[in-house]
């Protein structure tokens, strides 16, 4: 969901009819000059590197919260798949979904064109090297996940018809209350007004253009505004029903298309069986050596960095949003569902991507020294046919499989539909927090929100995508502020459900 993976997805070429052009550049315009400071703000590297300091401020929160938690997301991790299948779920607790549908919506709006492109954007910056750095970042990143999404159950409100509302703004206004420390609802306040622009824009824009310019890689072009009324009546028809409707779609497909994309990646991973070794080899060095990528080893460490913390979004704070539904009265255990999130999101299915492009032999190396060959500029490796981003891996899967340009756009459609779905869900529990519940209010932004995606489909909006996209990092500025306050309640609440855990008070249910 970045600004690289923004520019990879325009490549492919979208089509958009002349008046959304002229509308298009009026925006880019307005928005160029009134917010590029926030943008250049948010995305800017520390002085004298390329590494950006809210990527640090991500990957140091999730070092903490791991040392802090005692490595929480190993020494519950089988507890945490235990609680997915449903052994501990109570049908009579307070909630709207399962811990299974709460996991599978939270994941729907980070899987997306960020595994498929953004990885590849990385291990072509920063080597295969990268690919290690990136695991490493999303194993950190399973602390604050499972930091958040206890909190958002903790502290959510639930009302009389079994519907809740929960998530940062919830658990910074009550659990710094709670706490006896100010500014709260001021902080409340912010993330809301981040989380609205960036579900409008990074959840929803972004998402109908990636699929409409797939699609039309695929069939040719035809006027964006098309794609995006499709998407904008399927996405009303399932959000119009609330997070139990979405959450039905959501634990379908999510496990489909991550099965799918996984699948076939493994086939063509033991397709390659002989290079697994070197693969691995290429990986490890990479990541200490750099194997001769721009920038070495720290060249390598910072793509990796990045595309974690892009994908996951630990610390972001909107899963929080999610899981803050589940059917539960022990905060502690959608704390560990969701520590399976970046688990699944980074070091399996962004890895995946990373070694099909490996393996396959996309990158150019120097066959005496071993060396990577940097392609003209020097900032990026060779590739075999000049491809980058998503034709990247495009080119990595068809080199196996031809007709895997047909399977990625199918890929790619499922995972901006689900991801708008979800992000939807995010942006409407900021709105009610901000403007109060009620059926009309929440149809209002439900409307605003199938608006955008026919916008979103119909032109190329940069600058307002790159807007929308530093609004969905400043959340995490937001966030993590918080939960560096809240961790001690965070402690207690996980101490007291191991301790009835392991004293038998806790059972399983089946």
């Given amino acids: 969901m970045t600004r690289a993976a923004f520019v990879a997805a325009l490549s492919l070429g979208a089509s958009s009819p002349a008046l959304a052009q002229t509308l298009d550049e009026k925006v880019n315009e307005i928005f160029a000059s009134s917010t590029g400071w926030f943008v250049d703000f948010i995305f800017s590297p520390f002085p004298g590197t390329s590494f950006p300091w809210i990527v640090a401020w991500l990957v140091v929160a999730a070092t903490v919260f791991t040392i802090y938690f005692g490595f929480i997301q190993f020494r519950a991790f089988p507890h945490s798949i235990a609680l997915v299948r449903g052994d501990y779920a109570d049908p009579d607790d307070a909630g709207e979904v399962s ?87 001021i902080l409340a306040v912010m993330f ?6 960036g579900a409008l824009g990074g959840g929803n824009m972004f998402q109908a253009n990636q699929a409409h310019a797939q699609i039309t890689n695929v069939v040719g072009n035809y006027p964006g505004w098309i794609t995006g009324v499709v998407f904008a009546a399927i996405v009303f028809a399932v959000i119009v029903g609330g997070l139990k409707s979405i959450a039905r779609v959501t634990e379908k497909v999510v496990p489909f298309m991550g099965v799918m ?17 070197w693969a691995f080899g290429q990986i490890f060095a990479g990541a200490f050596t750099g194997l001769g990528v721009a920038g070495g080893m720290v060249g390598a460490l910072i793509q990796g960095f990045k595309r974690a913390a892009f994908s996951n979004e630990a610390g972001v704070g909107s899963a929080a949003i999610a899981h803050s539904a589940v059917r539960t009265k022990e905060p502690a255990t959608e704390g560990f569902v969701s520590l399976l999130e970046p688990f699944i999101d980074t070091v399996v299915i962004c890895t995946m991507t990373a070694l099909v492009i490996i393996i396959t032999g996309q990158l150019v190396s120097d066959p005496e020294t071993g060396r990577y060959v940097l392609a ?22 068809s080199s196996t499989f031809g007709w895997f340009k047909y399977v990625l756009a199918l890929a790619v459609i499922l995972f901006a539909f689900s991801t708008m779905i979800s992000w939807s869900y995010y942006g409407l529990k900021a709105w009610t927090y901000l403007f109060g519940e009620g059926h009309i209010k929440e149809l209002i932004f439900k409307l605003i929100f199938c608006a955008f995606v026919v916008v979103g489909a119909a032109a190329s909006l940069g600058p307002v995508i790159d807007f929308s996209d530093a609004a969905i990092f400043a959340m995490a500025v937001v966030n993590i502020a918080a939960l560096y306050m809240l961790m001690p309640i965070v402690r207690d609440e996980v101490n007291g459900y191991l301790s009835r855990l392991k004293s038998g008070e806790i059972t399983k249910h089946r």
Avoid at 109 to 137: D, E, Y
Avoid at 177 to 183: C, D, N
Wanted: with cysteine.
């Fill in 99 to 185: 811990h299974f549908q709460a996991l599978a919506t939270a994941l729907s709006g980070t899987v997306g064109l960020g595994n498929i492109a953004g990885v590849a954007v990385a291990v072509g910056i920063g080597g295969p090297g990268a690919t290690f750095w990136m695991i490493l970042a999303g194993l950190l990143g399973m602390a604050s996940k499972f930091t958040e999404c206890t909190l958002a159950v903790k502290y959510r409100n639930e009302y009389p018809d079994g519907t809740v509302s929960g998530g940062p703004m919830y658990y910074m206004t009550k659990g710094m209350a709670q706490r006896g420390l100010p500014g709260g609802r």
């Fill in 192 to 197: 809301a007004v981040f989380c609205i622009l």
């Fill in 261 to 277: 994309y996984v699948s076939v990646a493994l086939v063509i991973v033991l397709a390659n069986y002989d290079k697994i070794g």
């Fill in 376 to 397: 003209e500029g020097g900032k990026m490796i060779a590739t075999v046919d000049g491809n980058t981003g998503v034709a990247l891996t495009s080119a990595a899967f």
